[in-house]
């Protein structure tokens, strides 16, 4: 079984910034299209940011332009989420997850699908 392991959330003040990391065990994330995906309280999972495992193409939601960056380091099998100016609305458990190549990152994160998906890490923004 394929598994994801996100780390890095907690809790920080508005304009503040958090890395999330997303790591794998038992198979190498440089095969697969990573997304990050949170969901807030009372409302449906979001994608936030995807990376291709071709081209590394991106992709980010509008509400994170400019503020997140998504990245991967194949030799630690590693994808990251630099998280900058954080606000109180960026509050929510964040996931990662992996799909096999096939789609494009746009609706990877936009159809929220994939095939393989971590436990999620917390970020909560709050002064």
């Known amino acids: 079984q394929l598994q994801l392991v996100e780390s890095g959330g907690g809790l920080v003040q508005p304009g503040g910034s958090l890395r999330l990391s997303c790591a794998a065990s038992?198979?190498?994330?440089?095969?697969?299209?990573i997304g990050w995906f949170r969901q807030a309280p009372g409302k449906e999972r979001e994608g936030v940011s995807c990376?291709?495992?071709?081209?590394?193409?991106?992709y980010y939601a509008d509400s994170v332009k400019g503020r997140f960056t998504i990245s991967r380091d194949n030799a630690k099998n590693q994808v990251y989420l630099q998280m900058n100016s954080l606000k109180p609305e960026d509050t929510a458990v964040y996931y990662c997850?992996?799909?096999?190549?096939?789609?494009?990152?746009?609706?990877?994160?936009?159809?929220?699908?994939?095939?393989?998906w971590g436990q999620g890490t917390q970020v909560t923004v709050s002064s």
């Open positions: 997850a992996a799909t096999a190549p096939g789609t494009t990152v746009q609706r990877m994160c936009v159809t929220v699908d994939s095939d393989y």
């Open positions: 038992k198979f190498t994330l440089d095969y697969y299209a």
């Open positions: 990376i291709s495992s071709s081209d590394g193409s991106t």
